[in-house]
């Protein structure tokens, strides 16, 4: 299994399984698997107030269509990230917001459950979780 990146490094989407590799993407079950990651973390955000209060669309679509898409360009999906935002940047993107430890907590707490929802293998569930967590740690900026 190829699919570890370094924190910060490329999406997973600049690497080419070779035609016997399955990517993570394809090991967790595509896009279903990805898409309901994402929301139930949505759901559990629009269900907190003072969490959904970092969100300041009014409706949570555009942010659910964007974890999504860098999601699965991250594991090996669909580049569509990168064709419509660029390079995903995303300490730089997540600036204008607070974001301190409470939030970081907080979106781990949710990030977590939605991870459980999916029901991955305990590998594949370690890896994504791994990185998650480490990404969540680099957001902090205050």
């Known amino acids: 299994m190829g699919y570890l990146p370094a924190p910060g490094g490329l999406p997973l989407g600049e690497q080419t399984p070779s035609p016997e590799e399955k990517s993570f993407f394809e090991e967790v079950g595509g896009h279903e698997t990805f898409r309901r990651i994402v929301d139930v973390f949505y759901d559990q955000v ?31 999906g669909p580049r569509t990230y990168q064709a419509e935002r660029g390079h995903p940047r995303l300490r730089m993107r997540h600036m204008p917001f607070r974001v301190d430890a409470a939030a970081r907590d907080t979106w781990l707490r949710y990030m977590r459950r939605a991870v459980e929802e999916a029901e991955l293998s305990p590998l594949h569930e370690q890896i994504l979780w791994d990185y998650l967590e480490r990404a969540a740690h680099s957001m902090v900026n205050s």
């Open 46 to 76: 629009a269900e907190d107030p003072e969490f959904r209060a970092l969100y300041p669309e009014e409706d949570l679509e555009p942010a659910k269509r964007r974890l999504l898409m860098f999601l699965e360009q991250y594991w090996g």
